[in-house]
């Protein structure tokens, strides 16, 4: 069993910066791709960014240019930097590696 703990989330104006920090328990996830996902109220969850284990990124078309995901394997943590915040960037983030997720993290952007 992995356990994946995010952290990092909070209130932040429009326009702002946020950087969410996802540690696994184990290291299982190294050798796995990990992801970012999020959701907000009454929408479905939607991939965010996804890295690798050899550092390949992708991201949805919403955050392009704006976030950015990394690793540390030696830390077992993935990295979400997000600038240039946006009130349609509300939403609890979570962390996935596998067929695991952490419990989220609330992201509130206010304009």
């Known amino acids: 069993q992995v356990q994946l703990v995010e952290s990092g989330g909070g209130l932040v104006q429009a326009g702002g910066s946020l950087r969410l920090s996802c540690a696994a328990s184990r290291g299982a996830c190294s050798m796995n791709a990990m992801g970012w996902y999020r959701q907000a109220p009454g929408k479905q969850r939607e991939l965010v960014a996804r890295i690798t284990s050899s550092g390949s990124t992708n991201y949805a078309d919403s955050v392009k240019g704006r976030f950015t995901i990394s690793r540390d394997n030696a830390k077992n943590t993935v990295y979400l930097q997000m600038n240039s915040l946006k009130p349609e960037d509300t939403a609890v983030y979570y962390c996935?590696?596998?067929?695991?997720w952490g419990r989220g993290t609330q992201v509130t952007v206010s304009s």
């Open positions: 996935s590696c596998y067929v695991y």
